[in-house]
């Protein structure tokens, strides 16, 4: 009777942590950059974790691309720019994470078709702790609207 | 000897008149500055680049936009963070230029990735960001062309990081110069900025210094 009490007990934990982790995370502002077929686009969004633990993003995928890469800008002396592809994006507790231009941004790399700002790009974000979430990003020519 | 005992005077001269040399200095300093008077950064008006633009046409560069001030900035487009910057603000410099009514101005974005950027590819790139093409033209070459274009006018371009495909196909990526140029009707290049981040008052205030 314990035994069963105990297993009722571990199964009713790992649902209650696993509900907290997955309602932990969010995404908002998400946008990708339009771009041709067999080219490269962007995606960028805000990762919310109102955990009072830190996470990490360590996977994208993505159906509209051959490959999906986790990328960071970086600058170097003399106005030198680059970018490479890294392994997670940290995300501290309590906090909010932006991928944004000339920083973070995930990599749609090989486009299976053109996408322009009528569509949008499929994406699954998985994380170390969190369970993984699916969202549905727009493509949006969002520079011409910057005000400069 | 003479020449000498002049200068000296001079010198003399300017000694008694410290607050004559106080002025002037920083008065030449600005003059020279904020003028029509931009240094030349490397002359280009002798060089003739053979590069093809999106259309597969042939273009003689500068020589085939001289008279024109030139808006040039340096990109690749598999490059989808930062060249796109590059790209939106030569399209807020072109905007700017029409509505402030001043032309006589070619707008140029050169690829220094021709083995991927075709003229189809930058024709491409063009067309899915809705640009105006009336008074801009993407411009490829051949490696070699680019590599001693680039050269010249100070851009560095180093291959980095790269994406392997899983057919064998493998793309690179780039550690590059973040620049946007101001070329003068005499094919001179007179001001570098940073391509992704160009104040667009300041080059169009700069374009109606040269014009």
Redesign the interface.
């Given at each position: 009777m314990f035994k069963k009490i105990l297993i009722v007990a571990f199964i009713l934990e790992l649902t209650f942590v696993n509900k907290i982790f997955s309602q932990s995370i969010t995404i908002k502002d998400s946008w990708a950059r339009p771009a041709s077929k067999g080219r490269n686009s962007a995606a960028y969004f805000t990762i919310i974790n109102k955990n009072s633990f830190g996470d990490s993003l360590v996977q994208a995928i993505s159906n509209i691309a051959e490959k999906v890469e986790i990328h960071e800008t970086f600058k170097t002396e003399n106005d030198m720019m680059g970018m490479r592809a890294i392994k997670f994006i940290s995300i501290p507790a309590n906090s909010e994470v932006k991928l944004k231009p000339g920083g973070l941004h995930i990599m749609l790399i090989g486009l299976k078709k053109n996408i322009t700002e009528k569509d949008s790009v499929n994406l699954k974000l998985k994380f170390k702790r969190a369970k993984e979430i699916d969202i549905k990003i727009p493509v949006k020519d969002i520079m011409k609207k910057m005000p400069h | 000897m003479d020449f000498a005992r002049k200068i000296l005077k001079i010198m003399f001269n300017l000694k008694l008149n410290k607050y004559f040399i106080l002025l002037t200095i920083p008065t030449t300093i600005i003059i020279n500055s904020c003028g029509k008077n931009f240094p030349v950064i490397e002359d280009l008006s002798k060089d003739k680049f053979l590069l093809v633009n999106q259309d597969s046409n042939a273009v003689i560069f500068p020589e085939n936009f001289k008279n024109k001030i030139i808006v040039i900035g340096y990109i690749f487009?598999?490059?989808?963070?930062?060249c796109?910057?590059t790209t939106?603000?030569m399209?807020?410099i072109q905007e700017k230029l029409s509505k402030e009514m001043i032309s006589d101005v070619q707008l140029i974005s050169i690829s220094f990735d021709p083995l991927q950027d075709s003229p189809a590819?930058l024709k491409?790139?063009a067309?899915?960001?809705?640009l105006n093409l009336k008074n801009w033209d993407f411009l490829t070459g051949e490696k070699s062309t680019i590599d001693s274009l680039t050269k010249k006018v100070g851009v560095?371009v180093?291959k980095?990081?790269s994406?392997m495909?899983?057919d064998g196909r493998k793309?690179y990526?780039?550690?590059?110069?973040?620049?946007i140029q101001l070329i003068d009707k005499e094919g001179r290049i007179r001001k570098n900025y940073?391509g992704?981040k160009i104040n667009?008052d300041e080059i169009i205030n700069d374009i109606k210094k040269l014009e």
């Open positions: - | 487009t598999n490059c989808p963070d930062i796109p910057l939106n603000n399209r807020l590819v491409d790139y067309t899915i960001r809705n560095v180093i980095s990081d994406t495909f899983d793309i990526y780039y550690v590059h110069t973040d620049r940073i992704s667009i």
